[in-house]
């Protein structure tokens, strides 16, 4: 299994899990309307709020942990795992990037559903 195959099975697998949490996240308190697009962009932005934070912190107490046990071994294992430490780390910044925007996007696509319906 060469390491585009891996990265899109990881890929999967996270996809999975989101979306399966979307899909799949039981019957909502009966004061919320489902039906609207505002609501369901809350929810999704209440899960994206809860969930990301979280795998960023991981991400990045990982990409430390692969990062030290890395300078402890040799020279081509140092390197290919200073590249995945610092991968894990773009990842975790990228991740909280899109918990911080998920706010204001939200925000400004329920403003504009309110308006055109």
């Known amino acids: 299994m060469n390491i585009y195959m891996k990265n899109y099975a990881i890929m999967a697998l996270f996809i999975f899990f989101f979306l399966g949490g979307v899909v799949f996240a039981g019957d909502p308190p009966p004061e919320t309307d489902t039906g609207t697009l505002a609501n ?3 929810q999704i932005k209440d899960q994206i709020n809860a969930i990301i934070p979280v795998v960023a912190l991981m991400m990045i107490v990982l990409a430390g942990l ?4 890395g300078q402890v071994m040799g020279a081509e294992v140092r390197g290919k795992s200073a590249v995945w430490a610092q991968a894990l780390l ?3 910044i990228l991740g909280l990037l899109i918990a911080a925007l998920a706010d204001p996007l939200v925000g400004l696509f329920s403003g504009a559903a309110l308006v055109t319906t």
């Open 66 to 69: 692969i990062y030290g046990i």
């Open 40 to 42: 369901s962009l809350t």
């Open 90 to 92: 773009i990842g975790a």
